[in-house]
């Protein structure tokens, strides 16, 4: 099909999404002459119907004999762009399976690939690679959204990617968030969105089309620093907590796990040292008689009047369950110490075993030790938006 110089005229382009969905885009185009298109592209292009005719209708503007380079740019551009699947929500209760998006493979990694009405760049996701997880997402496709959980600040919201056995947005609450090999699932948080330009077509998502995230909350996001360095996914081992009873990931035989508290308006950084199920020796030797991954998530102490914070295990990595770690040479331990299901971390401390403990106040060590401060977030938390645990 050629179109004179001059002339305004519209195609419908008919985009394949799933075995269960087919879309239809309707383009307008304004035809300049060829010979004054820019390598920026003067034809432009504007979703504004659907239609129900069949695939043979899926025909594309041909620059016509004699057109420069410039122009089969374009066009070429047109074409790419039919062939993407563009997202007009990241709200579960507004999806359409014109949102639904497939997992791209190359040799080495896995992509999603993301377009929005209303900005012209790709937002790419790297996704956790391993040999297990190419076997789980072998033909993966599903929704990208955002998740707010409850009882957390405005701050801790998350992109995460909603496994589903069909484009049909009712198999969503059927479906399963994809989970990375650390055990725990995929997601973006929206202190990373907020602080990278590539993410901008998706802070307009949830600002300006949902409404789900307030502006003034995304300022905040940006005004805070220490996010430069976090990516998505696996970020450098980092969890972001919000909450008691949160579930993150820990690896048993693993020296330094880092972690970010989000409060109300604030965050902190802390790293741990939860490797050290006891020591000996002087100078002191940390010993990991473990190995393996646990979910588990932090707990307020009972004991009243202090701001204590213990660690539960709360289940083992089906494929990195705990166990005797086989390289571990040190002293003999008690059988107690052994990290089980359900149970509180222990460790030894002079010879004593013991929960392992984070002292917000230092009130154990007599002020000499603070450095747990940062959990003083979650317990801001719990009275600000409540708490599963009775304080």
């Not at 504004?48 to 380079?69: E, H, I, K, M, Q």
């Not at 030894?348 to 929960?355: A, I, M």
């Amino acid at each position: 099909m050629r179109v004179a110089p001059g002339l305004t005229t519209h195609r419908v382009f008919t985009l394949w999404g799933c075995p269960q969905m087919r879309r239809e885009l309707r383009l307008h185009f304004h035809c300049p002459r060829l010979d004054t298109v820019s390598s920026r592209g003067t034809a432009s292009a504007r979703t504004f119907a659907s239609s129900g005719r069949a695939s043979s209708d899926y025909v594309l503007l041909s620059p016509g004999p004699g057109a420069g380079d410039d122009a089969h740019q374009v066009v070429a551009a047109l074409k790419r762009h039919a062939k993407t699947v563009t997202i007009s929500t990241l709200d579960p209760t507004r999806l359409t399976p014109a949102d639904y998006l497939t997992i791209k493979y190359t040799q080495d990694d896995y992509w999603l690939y993301v377009y929005t009405h209303f900005f012209s760049e790709t937002v790419r996701f790297r996704l956790p690679r391993s040999e297990r997880a190419r076997q789980d997402r072998a033909h993966a496709g599903g929704f990208l959204y955002y998740h707010h959980a409850a009882r957390a600040p405005p701050l801790a919201g998350e992109l995460r990617f909603r496994v589903t056995p069909s484009c049909d947005p009712t198999s969503f609450p059927s479906g399963i968030d994809l989970v990375t090999d650390r055990g725990v699932p995929w997601s973006v948080p929206l202190l990373v969105i907020a602080k990278f330009k590539k993410y901008e077509p998706l802070r307009h998502l949830l600002t300006h089309v949902d409404e789900t995230v307030a502006q003034q909350v995304i300022d905040l996001a940006q005004a805070l620093d220490g996010h430069r360095q976090l990516s998505s996914g696996n970020l450098l081992g980092c969890r972001y907590i919000h909450s008691f009873g949160q579930s993150f990931d820990f690896a048993l035989d693993g020296r330094k796990h880092a972690f970010v508290f989000i409060g109300k308006d604030r965050t902190a950084h802390i790293t741990l040292d939860l490797t050290a199920f006891f020591s000996s020796g002087r100078p002191s030797v940390h010993h990991a008689p473990f190995s393996g991954r646990a979910i588990c998530c932090f707990e307020p102490s009972p004991a009243p009047g202090e701001r204590l914070v213990l660690m539960r295990i709360l289940q083992s990595v089906e494929w990195d369950p705990m166990r005797p770690n086989p390289s571990y040479t040190g002293p003999e331990y008690p059988p107690e110490l052994y990290p089980r299901e359900g149970q509180l971390l222990m460790n030894l401390r002079r010879r004593k075993l013991q929960p392992w403990v984070g002292d917000v106040d230092g009130k154990l060590r007599k002020g000499k030790d603070k450095t747990a401060w940062p959990f003083g977030i979650l317990f801001d938390n719990a009275v600000e938006y409540g708490s599963p645990y009775a304080q």
